[in-house]
């Protein structure tokens, strides 16, 4: 199949499951055009001979506040499609995607292109941003006039029925994890450049937005290091980053709490790991847990939304209540203070990742793409 994805570029979970997926299918043998406004930074190489990438640009104009992107992307998308018969459009994150989508089909049935678009929903697409009134209506539109909608998991999938008007089939698929590609990748892990062998790791990877809780993440860290000598590594960018940089500062942390920005070696850095910190406001899945379990590193969590389907509580980590530092810092020195359980956990969390392996959830898309070409509305 020719495949056409949009999605964000970013660092952000749901940029990276696109790449992923596009990645994967492209070594099945379909051809992948990505259509976005810079290069996917999980897109390392555009060697590969069937990825394809197809940047959107938006030329400046003094008259525009905000820029036309939904405009500039559906414009793109209609060109891509013709020129290279695309055959399905499968757009991630809601916003603008599905929209930009939906206008493409449009403007391209006009001149007698069917294209049928799949739309992933991913998360803050529908619980945050979506869900806000100014864009509810165009959110609940363009779900409802996506030929197949998919969700990561089957709490947002109830989270996209409770708060829209949904009179589409919502299917679910999960995100995925490719376990071979990090077996291959297996190297000895330099832990001693990071901390001295006495000293456990804990890491927290995120975009560090108010929903990700930062401060939860280094209060518990603070609650474990009093009992566990022990290093955290914090990975990533985003708005929460400098309060917590200052208060690390404040608290004379600075040695024991290292920032290591955003990371194309997020596998490097998990082999260090003997814990991955998420205690969440929101997740719809929790990417960064399962790349975590996938590397062998159990996860204290909070148990929200689709966390719980990811994480198992007291097999490949904890769950605990959104906001219960002391909960998770107790369950987090249940696994540091008892080497015997650590590794226990260690095995388990990669066994509940390989549940999410690439190649049982890669099969299901192409199932709905077959099905959305073979039902195209037009
Ligand atoms: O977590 C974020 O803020 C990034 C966001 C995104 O859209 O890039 O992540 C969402 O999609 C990921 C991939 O499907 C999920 O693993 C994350 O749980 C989800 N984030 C939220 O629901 C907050």
């Given at each position: 199949?020719k495949?056409?994805?949009?999605?964000?570029?970013?660092?952000?979970?749901?940029g990276?499951?696109?790449?992923?997926l596009?990645i994967?299918?492209?070594?099945?043998?379909h051809t992948?055009?990505f259509?976005?406004?810079h290069?996917?930074?999980?897109l390392?190489t555009l060697n590969?001979p069937?990825?394809?990438f197809?940047?959107v640009e938006?030329?400046?104009y003094?008259?525009f506040?905000?820029q036309p992107?939904e405009l500039?992307l559906?414009?793109?998308?209609?060109?891509?499609?013709?020129?290279?018969?695309?055959?399905?459009l499968h757009?991630?994150?809601a916003?603008p995607?599905?929209?930009?989508?939906?206008m493409a089909?449009k403007?391209?049935?006009d001149?007698?292109f069917h294209?049928?678009i799949?739309?992933?929903?991913?998360?803050?697409?529908?619980?945050?941003?979506?869900?806000?009134?100014?864009y509810?209506?165009?959110?609940?539109?363009?779900?409802?006039?996506?030929?197949?909608v998919?969700?990561?998991s089957e709490s947002?999938k109830?989270?996209t029925?409770?708060l829209?008007?949904?009179?589409?089939?919502?299917?679910v698929?999960?995100?995925?994890?490719?376990i071979?590609k990090?077996?291959?990748?297996e190297?000895p892990c330099k832990?001693d450049?990071?901390?001295?062998?006495?000293?456990?790791?804990?890491?927290?990877?995120?975009?560090f937005r108010?929903l990700k809780?930062?401060?939860?993440?280094?209060?518990?860290?603070?609650?474990i290091s009093?009992?566990v000598?022990?290093?955290?590594l914090?990975?990533?960018e985003g708005?929460e980053?400098?309060?917590a940089?200052?208060?690390?500062?404040e608290?004379?942390l600075t040695?024991?709490?290292?920032?290591?920005g955003?990371?194309n070696?997020?596998?490097?850095?998990?082999c260090y790991?003997?814990?991955?910190l998420l205690?969440?406001?929101?997740e719809?899945f929790?990417?960064?847990?399962l790349e975590?379990?996938?590397?062998?590193?159990?996860?204290?969590s909070?148990n929200?939304g689709?966390?719980p389907?990811?994480?198992?509580?007291n097999f490949?980590?904890?769950?605990?209540?959104?906001?219960?530092?002391?909960?998770?810092a107790?369950?987090?020195?249940?696994?540091?203070?008892d080497d015997?359980?650590l590794?226990q956990?260690?095995?388990q969390a990669?066994?509940q990742?390989?549940?999410?392996?690439?190649?049982?959830?890669?099969?299901?898309?192409?199932t709905?793409y077959?099905?959305?070409i073979?039902?195209?509305?037009?």
């Amino acid at each position: 199949m020719k495949i056409a994805i949009v999605c964000y570029p970013t660092f952000g979970g749901s940029g990276v499951v696109a790449t992923e997926l596009g990645i994967a299918l492209s070594k099945i043998g379909h051809t992948i055009h990505f259509i976005t406004y810079h290069q996917p930074v999980r897109l390392e190489t555009l060697n590969i001979p069937n990825i394809h990438f197809h940047e959107v640009e938006i030329p400046d104009y003094p008259l525009f506040k905000y820029q036309p992107y939904e405009l500039a992307l559906s414009s793109r998308l209609v060109d891509v499609v013709k020129a290279h018969t695309i055959d399905v459009l499968h757009v991630h994150y809601a916003i603008p995607h599905a929209y930009a989508g939906y206008m493409a089909k449009k403007m391209l049935a006009d001149e007698g292109f069917h294209i049928p678009i799949v739309t992933t929903l991913h998360g803050t697409d529908i619980t945050l941003v979506g869900s806000h009134p100014f864009y509810r209506p165009a959110v609940t539109f363009s779900i409802n006039h996506s030929d197949r909608v998919t969700a990561v998991s089957e709490s947002l999938k109830q989270d996209t029925l409770r708060l829209f008007d949904i009179t589409t089939k919502i299917d679910v698929i999960t995100n995925f994890i490719d376990i071979k590609k990090i077996e291959a990748k297996e190297m000895p892990c330099k832990r001693d450049l990071l901390a001295p062998k006495s000293h456990k790791i804990i890491t927290h990877i995120s975009n560090f937005r108010p929903l990700k809780r930062i401060q939860d993440v280094i209060k518990i860290f603070e609650k474990i290091s009093s009992s566990v000598s022990s290093k955290l590594l914090m990975v990533g960018e985003g708005p929460e980053k400098q309060k917590a940089v200052d208060y690390v500062k404040e608290k004379g942390l600075t040695e024991s709490i290292s920032f290591l920005g955003n990371s194309n070696e997020i596998d490097k850095i998990l082999c260090y790991s003997d814990l991955f910190l998420l205690p969440s406001e929101k997740e719809s899945f929790g990417l960064s847990a399962l790349e975590a379990m996938a590397n062998k590193v159990p996860v204290i969590s909070s148990n929200a939304g689709g966390i719980p389907e990811v994480n198992k509580d007291n097999f490949s980590g904890y769950l605990s209540d959104v906001g219960d530092l002391d909960g998770m810092a107790k369950n987090a020195l249940l696994l540091l203070q008892d080497d015997i359980k650590l590794e226990q956990f260690k095995e388990q969390a990669k066994e509940q990742a390989s549940l999410f392996d690439i190649d049982a959830i890669i099969s299901q898309y192409e199932t709905v793409y077959s099905e959305a070409i073979a039902s195209n509305q037009f």
